[in-house]
């Protein structure tokens, strides 16, 4: 069974920036495409990049582009989000999640991990 755990979140200014990371272990080829999504308060989750991990392949939602950068180290058995010039609207949980697919839509994600809490403040 594939296991998600997150951490780098925290509290930062608007235009600051965090990375996140997601360790993941139990990993199966069935479950290789992980991706990061969030969900604000009052908010459906929604996602924000995938990755291949058995490839450099990588999907951006248009609306994260620029600003998100999906990252992997393999060795380390970790996924990286890269968050850059946040802004108080980027306040929310983020999570990572494990498919057999390449998909930005949560309902096709069989494993999460808990979250991690991102507060941006103006």
């Known amino acids: 069974q594939v296991q998600l755990v997150e951490s780098g979140g925290g509290s930062v200014q608007a235009g600051g920036s965090l990375k996140l990371s997601c360790a993941y272990s139990?990993?199966?080829?069935?479950?290789?495409?992980v991706a990061w999504f969030r969900q604000a308060p009052g908010k459906e989750r929604e996602g924000i990049a995938v990755?291949?991990?058995?490839?450099?392949?990588?999907h951006y939602a248009d609306s994260m582009r620029g600003r998100f950068t999906i990252s992997q180290d393999k060795t380390r058995k970790t996924v990286y989000l890269q968050m850059n010039n946040l802004a108080p609207e980027d306040t929310a949980l983020y999570y990572c999640?494990?498919?057999?697919?390449?998909?930005?839509?949560?309902?096709?994600?069989?494993?999460w991990g808990q979250g991690t809490q991102v507060t941006v403040s103006s």
């Open positions: 999640a494990a498919a057999p697919d390449a998909s930005l839509t949560a309902t096709d994600f069989h494993y």
């Open positions: 990755t291949y991990i058995e490839g450099m392949r990588s």
């Open positions: 139990g990993y199966t080829v069935n479950h290789a495409w």
